[in-house]
């Protein structure tokens, strides 16, 4: 246990892993929280250490970049956890005035954040690196996104919209958005499972599915006792979907 108190846990969460090392946040004896690196032995547990300040949002998500992490603070800064010096490396985007919102996602070797600014809302892209992190989309002073950047195929979906919330499919230029489910239809929890051809979600007792486009965005059917849907698993078959 990274928590040096004995009577209590360090409530170790948001792990990632890029194959060799695992990623995640813990809390120590003084109830801070911080990053921490592990290779699943005692010896290979350490903490990340900065130079710099850095907020841990409450929504923040860990990805793998490569063989270093990565998920984005606060302010909309881009926290770089590089596991060869246990260090932590803080790229501001110099959006200014901004502040991370519950929607960040990575695809194709990138984290892709939306970011709440002054004027509107913004979507950027990291590598991981002060010259690969830049605003890939300025979205409309009206236009919000609440959460999301699941895969779903080579697409991050999430929600957001002007008046009313919908589903959007950023394209894999990320410079450009599509709605792809009618106003209002957005999953009870989230689009599983992750990366895959096929997304399928829940809405009021509905069971969805998507290919990131509106033609293949629609409802199966309804589901018993309006269960919601939690996780599923790519199989033979198909798609083995966990409901509760």
Known sequence: DVSGAADSSSGPHGFASNGATVAFLAYDDTFNESFWLTGGEEETTRPVTSSAYSCIPWSGRIYPLGDKFAQVGCYGEIQVIDPASSQLEIIETGAGNCFASAASGAVGGLLV???????GDQIWSSD???SGTAPTLILPPDFHVSWG??????????VGGSLVDRLYALSTSMSSLTAISPPGVIPDYRIVPDGEPLGFFTHLGLLWRTDATAAGTFALGPTRDSLRLQAAVRSPAGYDLLMQ
Do not use: E
């Open 149 to 158: 950047f699941d895969r779903v195929a080579d697409h991050l979906v999430f």
């Open 128 to 130: 991981g690196s002060p």
């Open 113 to 119: 954040a939306a970011l709440g600014c002054d004027g």
